[in-house]
């Protein structure tokens, strides 16, 4: 017989406020691609036709460079983030829950960085 309380047993185990802030950043995020989305979507098949070089103008413009950055920032972000939740609620495994969500992360470090970057050397017409 246990003389331990459900709270006493409960101490130690993470505070049930723990996700919010997860569960905030991924809803802003979602929220963020929404306008995002249909913004490229739309440009992308308003440029249906154009050769690479109006394609590389139009990475140029300021507004635009800035726009794909965001796109790029939240699309990343969001995707880490719900594939961390699925790793969290299906791996029981410890030591593999905790490698994988590494790999995530880092995933999206590496592919995020590598997209702002190619933008980036588009706008400042380095990747010409």
Same mark, same amino acid.
Do not use: C, N
């Given at each position: 017989?246990?003389? &331990?309380?459900?709270?006493? #047993?409960? &101490?130690?185990?993470?505070?049930?406020?723990?996700?919010?802030?997860? +569960? +905030? $950043?991924?809803?802003?995020? $979602?929220?963020?691609?929404?306008?995002? #989305?249909? +913004?490229?979507?739309?440009?992308?098949?308003?440029? #249906?036709?154009?050769?690479?070089?109006?394609?590389?103008?139009?990475?140029?413009?300021?507004?635009?460079?800035?726009?794909?950055?965001?796109?790029?920032?939240? #699309?990343?972000?969001?995707?880490?983030?719900?594939?961390?939740?699925?790793?969290?609620?299906?791996?029981?495994?410890?030591?593999?829950?905790?490698?994988?969500?590494?790999?995530?992360?880092?995933? $999206?470090?590496?592919?995020?960085?590598?997209?702002?970057?190619?933008?980036? &050397?588009?706008?400042?017409? $380095?990747?010409?």
């Amino acid at each position: 017989m246990a003389f &331990r309380t459900p709270m006493k #047993t409960a &101490r130690g185990l993470g505070s049930a406020k723990d996700g919010t802030a997860h +569960w +905030w $950043a991924q809803r802003l995020t $979602a929220l963020a691609l929404i306008p995002l #989305t249909i +913004w490229f979507v739309a440009s992308v098949a308003a440029l #249906t036709g154009a050769d690479h070089a109006v394609f590389l103008q139009w990475i140029s413009s300021p507004v635009v460079t800035v726009l794909l950055v965001l796109l790029i920032v939240a #699309t990343f972000h969001h995707a880490q983030s719900g594939i961390q939740v699925v790793i969290e609620d299906y791996v029981h495994s410890e030591p593999i829950k905790i490698s994988a969500i590494i790999a995530v992360k880092g995933l $999206a470090i590496v592919l995020g960085v590598a997209s702002v970057v190619a933008v980036l &050397r588009i706008a400042l017409g $380095a990747g010409i």
